[in-house]
């Protein structure tokens, strides 16, 4: 029997939704959890008599209902759930045609960058890097050939803030596709399609998952048409989630709520530590009043998120920094329970190249925080000491 369950089309509050939205009960059985549909295929009653389903790479129930869950929360009208962030983003790539150029903004994830650098351009399909953050220069790059922006706010790894209305607002004056990365906040955070994107893409590796135990990616369309766009390319590539990939990234939203509360209450912490420190030349992260972004954050996000970047002053060696740390987990990756640390210029962003990376800010000096949900004091500790080891 197919099961479709109830589907909740809106709740008042997120955390409900985060619980009870796209298909949360089992209709046949009334378990409170979606069924691992693991099956590559489905019987067919009759020629053309499908019961919803025909083939898992098309659709499969358990992915379903993770993709009825993130529209859901982000506002749109259909997701899509695909193996990783990257895979997600490069069916939202594949509606670009030969010719056509992406803006993106200046921090844009690592991969984000290597897939339009080396894998699109194969097929024409080329980019301009944009100062989003300044909605005069983003303006300028608006060339005919430009089709659409891809942006991250906060963007990794500097957290530089992009006011979405305003680049949006742009961009559709000009026609442009307006695609948001909100890896870095989740709809908890921030809600992009509400601020004017069309599309919002995922690494749902990250806070969505949230326990570092699953890869794979999320993409969300505001409207029918770009949906039916979507469900197209996703089918015909073929880069979907699995069965049991989709539940844990279900059962990882569950508790998407609490753990982000602990997370930014945890980080708004570290910041503050960091940016009284005396050893600390630079903090970045948009939750502090001081920093640059702050405003405009606030007028878009609930709060300045979890990611923080900073860098030391002279005088303190980095390597030191990352080989004393005891908690703290030097790791790619961001957005599990546990507190992770990166150096983007040598890890994260490597494979931007070094000249672009000065460019833009990503210095060799510079280190980024993915904070936990541990015991706060234990984070600071960790983080006193080893900036105490790393003093030459
Ligand atoms: C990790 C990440 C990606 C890529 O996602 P994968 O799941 O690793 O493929 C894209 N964007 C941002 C902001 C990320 O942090």
């Known amino acids: 029997m197919k099961t479709k369950g109830r589907i909740f ?20 059985t009334g378990a409170v959890n ?19 389903y025909e083939y898992s790479r098309t659709g499969n129930p358990t992915r379903e209902a993770l993709e009825k869950l993130i529209a859901e929360l982000e506002g749109g009208y259909a997701g899509f ?50 100062d989003t953050e300044n909605p005069e220069a983003f303006e300028n790059d608006i060339t005919f050939d430009v089709k659409a922006v891809l942006l991250e706010s906060p963007a990794n790894p500097l957290m530089t803030v992009t006011d979405i209305r305003k680049i949006a607002q742009i961009a559709h004056e000009h026609g442009l596709l307006v695609i948001v990365d909100n890896t870095f906040m989740t ?50 590539t073929g880069g979907v989630l699995p069965p049991f990939d989709s539940f844990l990234l279900i059962r990882g939203i569950k508790t998407l709520g609490v753990r982000l509360d602990r997370h930014v209450e945890n980080a708004l912490a570290a910041a503050n530590f960091l940016s009284s420190h005396s050893a600390v030349k630079s903090v970045h992260y948009p939750g502090l009043e001081t920093d640059k972004g702050y405003e405009i954050n ?22 030191k920094f990352f080989e004393s740390l005891e908690l703290i987990t030097l790791a790619e990756s961001l957005g599990g329970v546990e507190s992770l640390v990166c150096h983007p210029s040598t890890m994260t962003h490597a494979s931007i190249p070094e000249e672009i990376r000065k460019k833009v800010g990503i210095t060799d000096g510079l280190i980024r925080l993915s904070i936990g949900i541990e015991d706060i004091n234990d984070i ?13």
């Open 298 to 319: 606030k007028s878009q996000a609930k709060n300045g998120g979890v990611m923080i970047s900073f860098e030391l002053k002279d005088g303190y060696d980095i390597k």
């Open 34 to 52: 979606v069924p691992i549909y693991q099956t590559s295929t489905f019987k067919q009653d009759g020629l053309g008599k499908m019961r919803g």
């Open 81 to 130: 759930a695909f193996a990783s962030g990257l895979a997600a983003e490069t069916a939202v790539l594949s509606l670009l045609h030969s010719g056509d150029r992406v803006l993106i903004s200046s921090n844009v994830y690592g991969g984000t960058f290597r897939l339009l650098n080396n894998v699109f351009d194969h097929f024409n399909i080329t980019y301009t890097i944009s």
């Open 9 to 28: 089309m809106s709740y008042k509050s997120i955390d409900t939704a985060l619980i009870h939205g796209g298909i949360s009960i089992d209709e046949r």
């Open 187 to 236: 709809p908890y955070l921030q809600r992009p399609i509400s601020l004017g994107a069309d599309i919002v893409v995922h690494s749902a590796t990250k806070y969505l998952g949230g326990h570092s135990d699953v890869v794979a990616g999320l993409a969300i369309a505001k409207t029918k048409e770009l949906a039916d766009k979507i469900a197209f390319v996703q089918n015909s």
């Open 380 to 392: 600071l500790e960790d983080l006193k000491q080893a900036i105490n080891s790393s003093k030459l």
